[in-house]
């Protein structure tokens, strides 16, 4: 018997080959939804990616004059550290640091003018290494919004630094606050002598945000585990007195000059 019948088509099979036809229409439609998912998937992590190996603006820090002016020359070291102070000087201090460390601050407080004078007098370079671990300390990220600020004010002008790094631990905030805005940040850096709107405008936008998490990282992993950390010539400075005694970096610092 012929499939067709007086030129009528068979009921069964044109069901058949429609529901066939839905199938494959369907299948077609699931498979363009996973191709699109799997894209999406892909460029979500290509995104994610990209940002994470973006490491931002890297800060411009140079000096602004000459020693015998009267400023100190300024750079920039390849873990991200704000070094200040003569290249000819005799002695490299190192100093790891956050800004929002109880610690650090007692340091500044007890060897901070030493270490200008040792800026001041040539007799040593100090390599400021800010970094930002204790974000979760406050409620604001300011640990990495203080470092960002380090690094906005080091490249406008690094004579003022130290002047501007003893401001910011005398009213560093306490842990577990608000910690200081990014307004008083501004406020603290004009106090200092950074007056100019683009310090400001570094400031507020996070400039460095990235780069200081990238700095961040690499320190950390460097095997830096407390802070402050304080090396004299390559060499970790272990006694609390030298580091919490009033003055107590001087020897150490006088001793690797040859005094």
Not at 101 to 115: D, M, S, T, Y
Not at 171 to 193: F, R, T, W, Y
Not at 194 to 215: E, F, L, N, P, S
Not at 235 to 242: F, L, N, P
Request: aromatic content about 6%; hydrophobic content about 40%.
């Amino acid at each position: 018997m012929s499939k067709n019948q007086g030129g009528k088509s068979n009921p069964l099979l044109a069901a058949e080959r429609a529901d066939r036809n839905r199938k494959i229409l369907i299948q077609v439609a699931v498979a363009a939804v996973l191709v699109a998912l799997i894209a999406a998937i892909g460029i979500g992590i290509a995104v994610k990616k990209a940002r994470k190996d973006d490491p931002g603006p890297t800060p411009s820090i140079a000096a602004t004059g000459t020693a015998n002016a009267g400023t100190v020359p300024g750079s920039l070291t390849d873990n991200g550290a704000v070094r200040i102070g003569k290249p000819d000087a005799k002695v490299t201090v190192r100093v790891v640091a956050d800004l929002q460390c109880p610690a650090c601050k007692a340091f500044e407080a007890a060897n901070g003018q030493v270490l200008e004078d040792a800026v001041t007098n040539g007799t040593a370079v100090v390599e400021y290494n800010i970094i930002a671990f204790l974000d979760k300390a406050s409620t604001t990220r300011y640990s990495s919004r203080a470092a960002n600020a380090a690094y906005c004010v080091a490249e406008a002008d690094p004579s003022k630094y130290q002047t501007w790094l003893k401001t910011m631990f005398a009213q560093q905030p306490p842990e577990g606050g608000a910690g200081l805005s990014d307004d008083q940040l501004v406020q603290i850096a004009k106090s200092a002598g950074y007056t100019d709107d683009a310090v400001a405008q570094c400031i507020t936008d996070h400039k460095y945000d990235k780069y200081v998490q990238a700095r961040t990282k690499e320190v950390l992993e460097s095997g830096i585990q407390s802070t402050p950390s304080v090396f004299v010539d390559g060499k970790k400075v272990e006694s609390s007195q030298e580091i919490f005694g009033t003055g107590g970096l001087a020897p150490a610092i006088n001793a690797a000059a040859g005094r």
